[in-house]
């Protein structure tokens, strides 16, 4: 824990809900499912045809004609997010933030609609991928883009951990704030993973549901994938001061570890352990969280372990913890996943509100957390932890409280 605040003054999201954070908010607290039938380009064989999409997205309108022909899907989310949170920040966006601003982006895949264009050309239409098809598709593109976009010469760099990988971005831009690198970053996850390759390969898995996403249900047969970005502006509590911001919430704590046991089955103690790492962080006591958004992916395996670890770092508070799981709005966004929920995380505590955990008709016996119901709950949240566990055991636990000036 360090003296330097870090705390977040604007922030934007592209998700299934549309365009928009405060849609995606609306979505989550209304409990209004976004999946709709899958779309994809090539002739689509697989059996799951769902997925809460990005859509009527238009890239060259959102981007512009200057950055568009450079711009995967998931970079042009990112672009757009950004823009939606340097504008709630009150920053100009055509003023050139310079080398004490870092932009970071969390992506799992990176271009996979440019990857998947490209082997189809290749494999099936005997046709050249297009020219711009390697700096458009490389992970890196999202944040380099977003340096350019911005003038942000600081720290510039992919966080590539899965469904972690937003997550950790923000917590890392967090601690370079913290240790005085930077006073700013440009920080979050994107991705745009909804195509024809990735849906079979996930497909593949059978962690895919082919109806609905039903977290910590007994019944529960799979996640739906989604995509979208979720972007902040995070800044050091003097300089954001300093300028006349008002901070929308305080990134209080980050924890992050590995399970360092298999590639796709999850650990309670370590991710137990991550999360205790976030509280000792911000200096909190298992008491003093309020709500959790968990990762909550409705796959048999990670439920019962994600539940299992709440009640290892909270103990008797876990009884008391409300729970609640917004992939079956949003979708599992991968390497977004981290940066939609912590949209959402940040707009529960501001309005006091606990968003619901949907499709849960009967709750999972070995899921002993207190669920959220399939209703919003109005309640007094101090502090709210939000929950990564990814493929190949990284985990990442960020922790928001209100903003009050020192």
Request: glycine fraction near 10%.
């Amino acid at each position: 824990m360090t003296s330097r605040r870090v705390v977040v003054t604007g922030m934007g999201a592209v998700s299934a809900a549309g365009v928009g954070a405060n849609l995606l908010w609306q979505a989550a607290r209304d409990g209004r499912p976004c999946a709709g039938p899958l779309k994809v380009r090539e002739p689509y064989g697989g059996r799951i045809r769902i997925s809460a999409q990005v859509r009527d997205f238009d890239i060259a309108a959102r981007v512009g004609p200057k950055f568009a022909p450079f711009c995967d899907a998931f970079t042009a989310y990112a672009l757009a997010a950004a823009d939606e949170a340097l504008a709630q920040a009150g920053i100009d966006p055509e003023e050139r933030q310079g080398p004490r601003c870092a932009a970071l982006l969390g992506a799992g895949i990176g271009g996979m609609n440019t990857i998947d264009d490209g082997l189809y050309a290749i494999y099936v239409e005997n046709k050249r991928p297009e020219m711009l098809a390697v700096p458009k598709l490389i992970p890196s593109a999202g944040p380099a883009t977003l340096s350019i976009r911005f003038g942000a010469t600081g720290p510039c760099f992919a966080v590539a951990s899965a469904c972690s990988s937003g997550s950790q971005a923000i917590g890392m831009a967090a601690q370079m704030i913290r240790a005085g690198m930077i006073d700013r970053a440009i920080v979050g996850g994107s991705e745009a993973c909804a195509t024809n390759g990735a849906m079979r390969a996930w497909e593949g898995l059978r962690v895919l549901t082919p109806d609905f996403c039903r977290p910590f249900a007994k019944n529960r047969n799979g996640m739906v994938l989604g995509e979208g970005a979720g972007m902040f502006v995070l800044e050091a509590e003097d300089i954001a001061r300093a300028r006349g911001a008002r901070p929308l919430a305080v990134l209080a704590g980050y924890g992050t570890n590995s399970d360092a046991l298999d590639p796709v089955r999850p650990d309670a103690a370590s991710g137990a352990a991550c999360m205790t790492m976030a509280l000792e962080d911000a200096g909190l006591a298992p008491a003093d969280i309020d709500y959790v958004n968990a990762h909550g992916t409705a796959t048999v395996a990670n439920d019962v372990t994600e539940a299992e670890g709440l009640n290892i770092a909270f103990g008797a508070h876990c009884d008391h913890l409300l729970v609640s799981s917004t992939k079956p709005v949003h979708g599992h966004a991968l390497g977004a996943a981290g940066a939609l929920e912590l949209v959402i995380s940040i707009m529960a505590l501001r309005e006091q509100i606990a968003p619901p955990n949907l499709n849960t008709e009967i709750q999972d016996p070995n899921c002993r957390i207190r669920l959220v119901g399939p209703q919003a709950v109005e309640t007094k949240i101090r502090a709210v932890l939000s929950n990564s566990l990814a493929f190949g055991g990284i985990n990442a636990s960020l922790i928001v409280t209100p903003y009050h000036a020192a």
